[in-house]
């Protein structure tokens, strides 16, 4: 998406007409904020002349009509899309001392420069890339996602705003922007926007989970499980999204759709333990005893986990103390005993 304003002048232009601190600051309209300085200056990131003329012939072999700064960004842009991130830094970095004006350039540079480790320096590009480009979206997007990284949420939020201001119609920035609403605690609203994103695109379940998801944290489970139905009916065979279905089938009351899909995820994943866990809340529930015994059993011999062991041990012995005072004799005291001594052999600091 095109800004409304665009710098358009070479590198050397850009220096040469001094356009640091004062003519930013201009442009921001904001004399308060530090302005940044121009951040490929001191760069070591240097590419020889033959790569350079490599790149634009490889470009001009298929568009004659190439500019050697659009060369450059597509051959750098190409090496990020193949992980090659170190690699793609001198490229990019190129192409936007020729033409600061390739917006995809700041964006690609920068998440380069994170994907290598440098997320600082990434933050600083970005925020150049706002000082330059006040009336794009993008920057401010940018920093909305840089923002994140620092789990700053309401720095996000005013990022996100920005960015809508500039561009409102765009529709993944208006769902990254719901789910920064979440963060800062507002689900009704990103709730409203999460229902206009699925009414304009019904087939994003990406947007339909956040929404099951959040229904589940208000507790309203009828719309919650009918969402993840629709989600595995459309990508089945996925075992967390089968479980997240299970569960709230559980919490409705459909006991046997639960079991069921525990099972179709332990035909996936045999020794799946969150599984064979819910398999045994079932069985309590359903007050299958012996079951649910029975399933706890498999449970606890599949964990490694000391730790996790020791507590469903406990589990154990309580469920078979229960059954016990309903059916004295069911259990032996012997057996009862002997989770609560394993317990403790396995976990002695939670006695």
């Given at each position: 998406m095109k800004p409304n304003s665009i710098v358009r002048m070479s590198c050397a232009a850009f220096l040469a007409l001094g356009l640091s601190v004062p003519a930013a600051r201009a442009q921001?309209?904001?004399p308060d904020r530090k302005e940044t300085a121009f951040p490929l200056s001191d760069?070591?990131?240097k590419l020889d002349q033959a790569a350079v003329d490599a790149a634009i012939a490889a470009a001009r072999a298929s568009d004659v009509d190439t500019t050697p700064s659009a060369a450059l960004l597509y051959h750098g842009l190409s090496l990020f899309q193949e992980e090659k991130y170190a690699e793609s830094i001198p490229f990019l970095e190129e192409a936007l001392r020729m033409d600061p004006s390739l917006q995809a350039g700041w964006e690609g540079l920068g998440w380069a420069y994170i994907r290598t480790g440098d997320k600082e320096k990434a933050f600083r590009l970005w925020e150049y890339f706002r000082q330059l480009m006040p009336d794009a979206w993008m920057p401010h997007n940018l920093l909305a996602q840089a923002a994140i990284m620092r789990q700053e949420w309401r720095v996000a939020d005013q990022h996100f705003k920005k960015a809508l201001e500039r561009n409102p119609k765009l529709f993944d920035l208006r769902f990254w922007y719901a789910q920064n609403l979440l963060r800062i605690g507002q689900p009704e609203e990103a709730e409203k926007i999460f229902r206009e994103l699925i009414q304009e695109?019904?087939?994003?379940?990406d947007i339909q989970i956040n929404l099951a998801n959040l229904l589940t944290h208000r507790l309203e489970y009828d719309e919650a499980v009918e969402i993840w139905r629709h989600v595995n009916r459309e990508l089945?065979?996925?075992?967390?999204?089968?479980?997240?279905?299970?569960?709230?089938?559980l919490r409705v009351g459909e006991l046997l759709a639960a079991d069921q899909l525990c099972l179709d995820v332990m035909a996936i994943e045999t020794n799946n333990l969150r599984a064979m866990t819910l398999r045994a809340d079932i069985a309590e529930i359903d007050d299958l005893s012996g079951q649910s015994v029975e399933r706890l059993q498999r449970v606890i011999d599949s964990v490694t986990d000391p730790k996790i062991r020791s507590q469903l041990r406990v589990r154990m012995?309580?469920?078979c103390h229960v059954l016990n005072e309903r059916k004295p004799g069911m259990f032996k005291t012997g057996f009862i005993l002997d989770q609560i001594r394993q317990s403790i052999d396995e976990n002695p600091s939670d006695v």
């Open positions: 921001t309209g904001n760069s070591t990131s695109e019904p087939d994003r379940l089945p065979g996925n075992a967390g999204f089968l479980l997240d279905q299970a569960v709230l089938e012995a309580n469920r």
